[in-house]
């Protein structure tokens, strides 16, 4: 409804062509592209190198054979207290270990304690510590009298005893302010695995940067370590050129972008990265007159120990100019995004993670006819959003789900959607959405393989503009699709899958992509159709240092009427320097 009533008011003041008023109504749809297109940087500029520790060769084993006549001590109750635990004038008795749940539920009482069943408690015991990460932490047992029925057990707690940074950069970057900000930890607490996986995770989060850990027993303090932190890091500063044909026939389809990143420029284990991208004119561009995009974008994020912060930002322009019947017209637009978000680790072992994200954003859109503001299709939308972010590992497949929540307010002066006279859609959305993706890497012969799944769906609980909608069709959802038009509602989900062989080992795969989706909602009864299924089949790589992914694809099943082209094919060529 908002888009006929916006034409009917511009075509008062201009005898448009169908050309033209289909230019009008594809203004949403470039600010969903670029939408898309952001969203997939930011995601990757986000990614953590997953860090996972192995501990089976801390393992203990039990290597004891039986012991003929030993004695077999009957013990109804045991204590577990710590090895440095000791009583006061207040507290006579000595509080037991922070271990004690967790080792005396792991025992079955009574039990008639031998020699052999003590030494496969201690075993066992050990690994329970070892599993949740306390490697340095040991359990013995001090010699005691049995006789009561009653068995003590000793837990030495391992503790940093000193965290050392060794930076190992031709010119120096880690500061005590690189360690401070990068681990969980600090001197004197519980040594954990899983903090020091946290640790690494965000020292490695820059890829100039390399770093690993020793630890060392501390010669003088009992349980005590030392935590070496070997950092090496090269040019901070890499700055990138990179072309594709992601772009919109209307405005280019080819697209130049130029990027600069500084990694740890305070310090901090920090990323600071800007871009800025413009299509290409062609004489392929289906608008022979003046046209083109632009976007700037920007992103910083910084990690703190179990916290992780991101800014972002992006501006994108587009214009057209097509012919009217009387003179040319420009048509123009402007999209403006901001997002702050806040990501804290809730929990983690050897097999999964969980982390929780909130934050903010805003959002602002115009519109333009020959330089003049089409103030009825202004946008000026704020809110906040979260996720819950879960990660399984499963042998060598991996799981990750992500289940959020976005919602509009009033803040940053929002405006009324227009949409809302007719309950078409509303500044103040309510959007559900899922994600979960499933990654399997697998050798076929003697050829690696890797299997990828992901799945997305978005659930309105308010009329949604189509900004906010769902949408299917192009390089980001359904493959095989060219994206010039899209299906869209305010529910729906995709469902991609990609096959790829690492050709040889040798860091090109060829993949084989089959993709399946559907949209939903009031606004998609007026649609052609509510399904798309496409495929396609694609080369990625790295050659001479250019980082590259070419396609083919076409779609399998479409709405009839639904207009794409039979073959679509694009490609992304970058080269970092």
């Known amino acids: 409804m908002h888009n006929r009533l916006t034409l009917?008011?511009?075509?008062?003041?201009?005898?448009?062509?169908?050309?033209?008023?289909?230019?009008?109504?594809?203004?949403?749809?470039?600010?969903?592209?670029q939408q898309l297109e952001q969203q997939q940087k930011f995601e990757q500029l986000t990614e953590t190198p997953a860090v996972r520790l192995s501990t089976e060769h801390l393992t203990v084993n039990d290597t004891n054979t039986a012991i003929s006549n030993t004695p077999c001590f009957p013990i109804q109750h045991i204590d577990v207290?710590?090895?440095?635990?000791?009583?006061?004038?207040?507290?006579?008795?000595?509080?037991?270990?922070?271990?004690?749940?967790?080792?005396?539920?792991?025992?079955?009482?009574?039990?008639?304690?031998?020699?052999?069943?003590?030494?496969?408690?201690?075993?066992?015991?050990?690994?329970?510590?070892?599993?949740?990460?306390?490697?340095?932490?040991?359990?013995?047992?001090?010699?005691?009298?049995?006789?009561?029925?009653?068995?003590?057990?000793?837990?030495?707690?391992?503790?940093?005893?000193?965290?050392?940074?060794?930076?190992?950069?031709?010119?120096?970057?880690?500061?005590?302010?690189?360690?401070?900000?990068?681990?969980?930890?600090?001197?004197?607490?519980?040594?954990?695995?899983?903090d020091l996986e946290t640790g690494l995770e965000n020292l490695r989060r820059n890829s100039s940067v390399k770093a690993n850990i020793e630890l060392f027993a501390h010669p003088e303090q009992?349980?005590?370590?030392?935590?070496v932190i070997a950092f090496q890091q090269g040019n901070p500063f890499s700055f990138t050129l990179s072309l594709d044909d992601a772009g919109s026939k209307a405005t280019g389809r080819f697209q130049a972008s130029a990027a600069l990143s500084a990694e740890n420029l305070f310090s901090w284990n920090d990323l600071l990265y800007g871009s800025v991208t413009r299509s290409i004119k062609t004489n392929n561009d289906d608008n022979k007159e003046d046209h083109g995009s632009q976007n700037l974008s920007f992103y910083y994020a910084l990690p703190w120990k179990n916290w992780l912060f991101t800014l972002s930002h992006s501006t994108f322009n587009y214009h057209q100019t097509i012919p009217g019947a009387f003179e040319k017209i420009e048509f123009s637009g402007k999209s403006i995004q901001w997002q702050a978000n806040l990501s804290r680790l809730l929990?983690?072992?050897?097999?999964?993670?969980?982390?929780?994200?909130?934050?903010?954003?805003?959002?602002?859109?115009?519109?333009?006819?020959?330089?003049?503001?089409?103030?009825?299709?202004?946008?000026?939308?704020?809110?906040?959003?979260?996720?819950?972010?879960?990660?399984?590992?499963?042998?060598?497949?991996?799981?990750?789900?992500?289940l959020g929540y976005k919602q509009g307010t009033g803040a940053d002066r929002a405006l009324a959607a227009p949409e809302?006279?007719?309950?078409?859609?509303?500044?103040?959305?309510?959007?559900?959405?899922?994600?979960?993706?499933?990654?399997?890497?697998?050798?076929?012969?003697?050829?690696?393989?890797?299997?990828?799944?992901?799945?997305?769906?978005?659930?309105?609980?308010?009329?949604l503009i189509q900004q906010d909608?769902?949408?299917?069709?192009?390089?980001?959802t359904v493959r095989g699709f060219d994206g010039e038009l899209t299906l869209s509602g305010e529910r729906g989900w995709f469902w991609r899958n990609e096959l790829a062989w690492n050709i040889a080992?040798?860091?090109?795969?060829?993949?084989?992509?089959?993709?399946?989706?559907?949209?939903?909602?009031?606004?998609?009864?007026?649609?052609?159709?509510?399904?798309?299924?496409?495929?396609?089949?694609?080369?990625?790589?790295?050659?001479?240092?250019?980082?590259?992914?070419?396609?083919?694809?076409?779609?399998?099943?479409?709405?009839?009427?639904?207009?794409?082209?039979?073959?679509?094919?694009?490609?992304?060529?970058?080269?970092?320097?």
């Open 8 to 33: 009917s008011l511009i075509v008062s003041f201009f005898p448009l062509t169908g050309i033209a008023a289909q230019s009008v109504v594809h203004a949403d749809q470039q600010f969903q592209r």
């Open 81 to 194: 207290i710590d090895y440095d635990a000791q009583p006061s004038s207040t507290k006579p008795e000595i509080s037991p270990s922070r271990f004690s749940t967790l080792l005396k539920n792991s025992t079955t009482l009574p039990i008639c304690l031998t020699e052999q069943i003590l030494n496969q408690l201690l075993t066992q015991w050990q690994n329970k510590l070892i599993d949740r990460g306390f490697i340095t932490t040991r359990v013995l047992v001090q010699p005691q009298d049995l006789r009561q029925g009653k068995l003590t057990v000793t837990v030495v707690l391992g503790r940093i005893s000193r965290l050392q940074l060794q930076d190992q950069s031709e010119f120096p970057k880690a500061t005590n302010a690189t360690i401070w900000f990068a681990m969980p930890m600090k001197q004197g607490d519980l040594l954990n695995l899983r």
């Open 222 to 227: 009992i349980g005590g370590t030392d935590v």
């Open 347 to 402: 929990y983690r072992d050897a097999q999964r993670k969980t982390t929780l994200t909130a934050g903010f954003w805003s959002r602002r859109s115009f519109n333009y006819v020959d330089g003049d503001e089409l103030a009825i299709q202004r946008r000026r939308m704020a809110g906040w959003q979260a996720h819950l972010n879960h990660t399984e590992y499963l042998g060598n497949a991996i799981w990750q789900f992500q």
């Open 420 to 463: 809302e006279l007719f309950n078409e859609g509303t500044s103040r959305p309510k959007i559900f959405n899922a994600k979960i993706q499933f990654t399997y890497p697998f050798m076929l012969g003697k050829q690696p393989w890797q299997l990828h799944s992901e799945w997305q769906a978005q659930w309105n609980k308010t009329p």
């Open 469 to 476: 909608k769902f949408s299917i069709g192009g390089r980001y």
């Open 505 to 577: 080992n040798r860091g090109h795969q060829l993949y084989f992509a089959l993709d399946h989706g559907r949209v939903d909602g009031r606004s998609t009864e007026d649609l052609l159709g509510k399904q798309l299924t496409g495929g396609a089949i694609g080369l990625k790589g790295n050659l001479f240092g250019f980082n590259y992914d070419v396609f083919a694809g076409a779609p399998i099943n479409k709405p009839q009427g639904f207009q794409t082209s039979r073959i679509t094919t694009g490609f992304n060529l970058s080269y970092q320097f």
